[in-house]
């Protein structure tokens, strides 16, 4: 129920609209990292249902759709995410969608090359916020 309803709120383009003012309403945004996130426990919530053996097949196959649209999204996120307010000089949005598991070995290589880059500090690890000269044991 909880997934059928989180994906009440994605678009025809793959990312799910982060907030509501009343279930009519979604907050015309959203974030890469709590897509990441979505997208993971939609993964989960994929396997689960294999195993419970769940006789729903729309279900599955609305889950699946979901699944390879918000994929699609997160690896493809210019004008999708962050609309609003531009989080890239954040490194967990770097960082999310490796996590997420949306990227295959040598595409997350990449990023991750690009992520030490902009936001490595030698010495101490990687940096939250692109400008701010403080490091984090989560980001590290």
Known sequence: ????FVLS?????????WAAQDDSAPDDDALLTGCCSIYKSLEC???????????DELKL??????Y????????NPEGLFDIKIDRKRFS???YY??????FNRDE????????????????????????EPWVTVAET
């Open 97 to 102: 969608p490796i996590i997420s598991g949306a």
């Open 1 to 4: 129920m909880a997934i059928t």
């Open 9 to 17: 709120y994605q678009s025809k383009n793959g990312e799910v609209r």
């Open 45 to 55: 919530a994929i396997a689960l249902f294999n195993i419970t053996q769940d006789a």
């Open 68 to 75: 390879l649209k918000l994929k699609k999204a997160i690896r």
């Open 108 to 131: 997350s290589k990449d990023i991750i090359v690009n992520t030490l880059a902009n936001f490595y500090i030698e010495g101490l690890g990687i940096k939250c916020v692109k400008e």
């Open 92 to 94: 967990m949005d770097w």
């Open 61 to 66: 196959k609305n889950w699946q759709s979901s």
